[in-house]
């Protein structure tokens, strides 16, 4: 059966300074949704909260009634997959291989990915258009080209949750759609939740179901995409980014800033 995730009453910052405030939050499964907000709203704080980077100041995350944060790095890896803003470098280590970490949270102790796991790697690498990179050095890659072998090992990993923060920031035009079209349907068909901080509406508007705006660390809106007007839509999306306006087009919906 379907679990939800469930963040209760949570709050986190760095030391003594607190920067999400007493986020209250309910993702079902199959839902994709947008964290919107300004530079240092506090989107990553909440990411790395759920995926236990950040220990919280209080509250709590369940998935279904497990209290995830609770347990270990490698269990928590079973439930919750993370791609940082900013991934650290690697060196010497081929674009397969960064792809094969994907399964280490599922092998056990001194066990090496199987025959069939370098087929699944390699059937991934073709789905981002990347198989002839595959004994390539992942470091002589463009910044667009190694964000897409981080997507292609974070759907390896496999989790019911996935977190995602800015992965699409280096991408080209065609490419930043066709990741969050990949993202939005493997979320629907496998029934997983994700969650991804994104900076540009127009694109949280066409892909995602829900819109969680964050506005100095709280949450200031909660919106289901298909069950807001355009009208409300306007005067949150607003609030967090100013004058601006929507309007329809086809079945998108587009936000433009009045100039
Ligand atoms: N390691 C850290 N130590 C101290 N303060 C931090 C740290 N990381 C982030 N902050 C502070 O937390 C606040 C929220 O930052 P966060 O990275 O969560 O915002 P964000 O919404 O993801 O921003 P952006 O859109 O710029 O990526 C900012 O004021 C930032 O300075």
Redesign the pocket.
């Known amino acids: 059966m379907s679990k939800q995730l469930s963040i209760n009453n949570l709050s986190s910052?760095?030391?003594r300074?607190n920067?999400?405030k007493n986020a209250n939050l309910v993702f079902e499964a199959g839902e994709f949704c947008a964290l919107l907000?300004?530079?240092?709203?506090?989107?990553?704080?909440?990411l790395?909260t759920i995926c236990g980077l950040l220990k919280p100041a209080q509250g709590s995350c369940l998935y279904g009634d497990e209290d995830f944060l609770a347990r270990n790095e490698k269990e928590r890896a079973r439930i919750v997959s993370y791609i940082p803003?900013r991934h650290s470098p690697m060196y010497g280590v081929s674009v397969l291989d960064v792809v094969m970490m994907g399964f280490n949270a599922s092998l056990g102790f001194f066990m090496s990915p199987s025959p069939r796991d370098k087929e699944k790697a390699d059937q991934m690498l073709n789905r981002f258009g990347l198989l002839a990179y595959r004994n390539t050095d992942f470091s002589s890659l463009s910044e667009g080209q190694k964000q897409m072998v981080i997507l292609a090992r974070t759907l390896l990993q496999n989790t019911p949750i996935m977190l995602l923060?800015?992965p699409d920031s280096a991408l080209d035009f065609n490419n930043r759609h066709s990741m969050l079209e990949k993202v939005q349907s493997l979320i629907r068909e496998e029934n997983k939740i994700g969650l991804i901080?994104i900076?540009d509406p127009n694109f949280a508007l066409a892909y995602c179901d829900r819109l969680i705006l964050?506005l100095n660390?709280h949450i200031t809106f909660d919106l289901k995409v298909a069950n807001t007007s355009i009208e409300e839509l306007t005067s949150c999306l607003a609030a967090i980014y100013g004058d601006i306006s929507i309007t329809q087009w086809k079945n998108q919906y587009i936000m433009m800033r009045n100039l």
């Open positions: 910052g760095y030391g300074k920067i999400l907000g300004l530079n240092a709203s506090g989107k990553t704080t909440l790395k803003q923060d800015e901080a900076h964050l660390g």
